[in-house]
């Protein structure tokens, strides 16, 4: 802070004050630990095996053409790789569908939070009229009708009754095995010397610090699992496809909007919440396996991390009041791109695909 003397008198430099970026306290960077299970959902093995054919089993679509494995592919670090989600047959999505990658630590699901558990958003995409398309009882009775279902829903539950919840419960404990470990992060985070190449080094020392990354990007997650208005740019897509628009007036709609019908913009977490704060507010993505979950942002509009770092070094977008600019130089840039790559990227997951019953 600078101070001005006139006359015997010192004045605060004001201007200067003002030009100073706001600083925020960083968080904490935590390894990989054990994944944690609700205590009324445990994570048991037989649970876990029927979860995981529940996800892979296309019965749970209205056509039977999708799967929960359709917009959340092993292959695709369980996301789709598109920058607009999968959808049911004649409509279009109009989210980027997140990697479930270590969403065991994620408390709230959906880019907007609308739903705080995973065992209630596993069922949510069956029921969305331009996702699954499915009705929930009808479900029900498709899964209790394979006797093989009804086997090991009474080994997992004590009993063959096969309700929506306990579809969700099973799919839930699935979901939380995916987990990224053994990162150069964790490695280093645990104290272990020499992890990271020169290059990665330099980018960890500007994550954590000039970068600012680590002001949204803490914890086990790499997230603050809250929700920031960025200002991100509209997906040019979204504004050309009457589809994608009967998608945006639909969700509105049903959510309370009542200008629904000529809302041409995403309003993020405001539909749920209708605070004017969260106009266009969307949750902080993890950074694990970054490297293999793109496209980017809620809508997908960045195709790489050079263009979603080149949007945090220009202080996100025009109007946002959360970031601002960095000043990287393009050898720092490269730097940053090189530890999001190398120093968050997690050993493959040991994975085989179920027979579907």
């Not at 001005?4 to 935590?30: E, Y």
């Not at 880019?111 to 009229?129: F, I, K, N, Y």
């Not at 009804?150 to 987990?179: H, K, N, P, S, Y």
């Not at 929700?227 to 049903?254: C, G, M, S, Y």
Request: charged share 25%; hydrophobic share 35%.
């Amino acid at each position: 802070m600078t101070r001005i003397k006139m006359a015997g008198r010192i004045f605060l430099n004001v201007a200067f004050i003002l030009s100073l970026p706001v600083m925020v306290m960083a968080g904490k960077l935590d390894p990989m630990g054990e994944i944690p299970h609700p205590a009324d959902n445990p994570g048991t093995p037989a649970k876990i095996e029927l979860g995981k054919k529940l996800f892979f089993d296309r019965r749970l679509s209205g056509d039977g053409t999708m799967s929960c494995a359709t917009c959340h592919d092993p292959q695709q670090g369980f996301g789709d790789g598109l920058d607009i989600s999968q959808n049911y047959p004649t409509t279009r999505n109009w989210r980027n569908a997140p990697t479930i990658l270590n969403v065991a630590f994620v408390n709230h699901l959906f880019h907007d939070g609308r739903s705080a558990t995973l065992e209630e958003q596993a069922l949510v995409p069956m029921m969305s009229a331009f996702e699954m398309n499915q009705n929930l009882d009808y479900v029900e009775e498709e899964v209790r009708s394979v006797p093989e279902y009804v086997d090991e829903f009474t080994v997992v539950f004590g009993d063959g009754d096969i309700t929506r919840q306990r579809i969700g419960m099973a799919i839930a404990a699935f979901e939380r095995t995916l987990v990224s470990r053994d990162t150069q992060l964790d490695r280093v985070l645990q104290g272990e010397k020499n992890v990271l190449s020169p290059e990665a080094e330099k980018g960890y020392a500007l994550f954590t610090g000039k970068g600012r990354c680590t002001q949204c990007h803490y914890g086990v997650g790499l997230s603050d699992n809250s929700f920031h208005a960025l200002q991100v740019k509209e997906n040019p897509e979204h504004l050309t496809d009457p589809r994608i628009a009967a998608t945006r007036r639909f969700v509105a709609k049903i959510n309370g909007y009542a200008e629904y019908r000529t809302l041409a913009e995403d309003p993020g977490r405001y539909l749920m919440t209708k605070s004017s704060e969260d106009w266009k507010a969307f949750k902080t993505p993890t950074l694990r396996d970054i490297a293999i979950t793109g496209p980017y942002m809620h809508n997908g509009v960045y195709a790489n991390l050079d263009e979603v770092i080149e949007f945090f070094n220009a202080g996100g977008g025009e109007g946002n009041s959360a970031l601002q600019p960095l000043h990287l130089t393009g050898e720092e840039k490269q730097q940053l791109r090189t530890f999001l790559e190398q120093g968050l990227a997690g050993a493959p997951i040991e994975f085989s695909y179920p027979k579907i019953p």
